[in-house]
Antibody
């Protein structure tokens, strides 16, 4: 059973860079059938896809966030990471990592989510 | 891209059926058969319920069904049960991925 777990600071100051890591267990991040994704949900609001990465390092980002987002992968640690720069209060959200199946185009396994608050 | 449009809330009594709509454009819902639906209970991560418009993953009860007509996809829950009370989100491929605004299902 694949499991994903987000980790990182729960509080980030405005204008700084948000950094999160997702650790994958129960399966290899180097599996060619999947992309590894970040999705966020502001408190009381809906879901927003941030982007995803293939194990080779190829990335695809939401056009609305592309200028501030970097997703990277470390296959040796079975981890992938998110960096979001120049954050504001609008970036306060629960951040989820999720596995995306390229065959069925679904986010089929999700982490539990981690709340990141942007505040001074 | 703009979020797909869903009703804010729907409700029904146990045993009844409810249908949630998800309206997009020809660039997302109408252009691809890659519509999926996710169930989210409070404080929990979303769970995949339907994919490719109408397919159910293993373990999802068959009272959950999906369909699509033009630019609108729909999720129907038949034989509503108390544990179905949750938020539901549609999602469509659109060059990238766009989610719906979310619908709260209340079991009366």
């Amino acid at each position: 059973q694949v499991q994903l777990q987000e980790s990182g600071p729960g509080l980030v100051k405005p204008s700084q860079t948000l950094s999160l890591t997702c650790t994958v267990s129960g399966g290899s991040i180097s599996s060619g059938d999947y992309y590894w994704s970040w999705i966020r949900q502001p408190p009381g609001k809906g879901l927003e896809w941030i982007g995803y990465i293939y194990y080779s390092g190829s990335t695809y980002y939401n056009p609305s966030l592309k200028s501030r987002v970097t997703i990277s992968v470390d296959t040796s640690k079975n981890q992938f990471s998110l960096k979001l720069s120049s954050v504001t209060a609008a970036d306060t959200a629960v951040y989820y990592c999720a596995r995306f199946g390229s065959y069925d185009m679904t986010f089929d396994y999700w982490g539990q989510g981690t709340l990141v608050t942007v505040s001074s | 891209q703009s979020a797909l449009t869903q009703p804010r809330s729907v409700s029904g009594s146990p045993g009844q059926s409810v249908t949630i709509s998800c309206t997009g454009t020809s660039s997302d819902v109408g252009g691809y058969n890659y519509v999926s639906w996710y169930q989210q209970h409070p404080g929990k991560a979303p769970k995949l319920m339907i994919y490719d418009v109408s397919k159910r993953p293993s373990g999802v009860p068959d009272r959950f069904s999906g369909s699509k007509s033009g630019n609108t996809a729909s999720l129907t829950i038949s034989g509503l049960q108390a544990e179905d009370e949750a938020d539901y989100y549609c999602c469509s491929y659109a060059g990238s991925y766009v989610f719906g605004t979310g619908t709260k299902v209340t079991v009366l």
